[in-house]
């Protein structure tokens, strides 16, 4: 029973390549967000996608960052033009649909990839 | 609200001892509460969570306090062991939405 899963673990960038970041959800879930970490730092929301549909992009930079759930395959997390301020981890979590009766709304993350801008 | 650039607060406990972990939360509209332990390289891991209904909820060696007046959440863990050395964040979901908001964080040290 495969939890969440990032690839790629690590990732390095010159300044100005693209960087792609892959989520698989556990299986079962069809609800994938996106979540950045600095150094020391907590968790920033960036993005809230279910099949097919970005429902919340509130925290997604304006330019440069995109990410997709399609229908088949993992969703992607993709950053265009990347800069050193992109190096952080980004993580990805799923849950299995909407919070449930009580409002619970357990996120299971995965292990996270770590992109290093050169 | 958010902090940029600043350490994580660290809290030092002897093995052994109980452990009391508090975090501020914002927003009064909050129905869910959550929280999550970080190792070092690793994504977050569920600890317990908590409804706005209850002012309690205990787990195996964790109880998490919820005191909607002042807008506090705590997490007590019980007999500290080597092993609960890690990064402690708290989170919130706002009512009618998804997403979890996640709080500063606090590191836990445990000394031998």
């Known amino acids: 029973n495969a939890g969440v899963m990032q690839n790629p673990r690590h990732l390095v960038r010159r300044r100005g390549q693209e960087a792609r970041l892959r989520c698989s959800p556990m299986k079962g879930h069809s609800h994938v967000y996106w979540y950045r970490q600095l150094p020391e730092e907590g968790l920033k929301f960036m993005v809230y996608l279910q099949k097919e549909n970005i429902i919340d992009e509130s925290g997604m930079p304006k330019e440069r960052f995109s990410a997709e759930f399609p229908k088949e395959g993992p969703s992607i997390l993709r950053i265009q033009q990347v800069v050193r301020g992109d190096s952080a981890a980004y993580f990805c979590?799923?849950?299995?649909?909407?919070?449930?009766?009580?409002?619970?709304?357990?996120?299971?993350f995965g292990a996270g990839s770590r992109l290093t801008v050169l | 609200g958010e902090s940029v650039g600043l350490h994580l607060p660290t809290l030092s406990v002897q093995e052994g001892d109980n452990s009391i972990i508090n975090c501020a939360y914002s927003n009064s509209a909050s129905d869910y509460f959550i929280w999550y332990k970080q190792e070092s390289g690793k994504g977050p891991q569920f600890i317990i969570d908590?409804?706005?209904?209850?002012d309690k909820r205990q787990g195996q060696r964790v109880t998490v306090l919820l005191n909607k007046t002042v807008k506090h959440l705590s997490l007590q863990i019980a007999a500290t062991q080597p092993g609960d050395s890690a990064v402690y964040f708290c989170a919130e979901k706002i009512q009618g939405a998804q997403k979890l908001v996640f709080g500063q964080g606090t590191r836990l040290t445990i000394n031998p």
């Open positions: 908590i409804r706005s209904n209850m």
């Open positions: 979590a799923s849950s299995p649909g909407l919070p449930n009766i009580s409002g619970a709304n357990v996120l299971t």
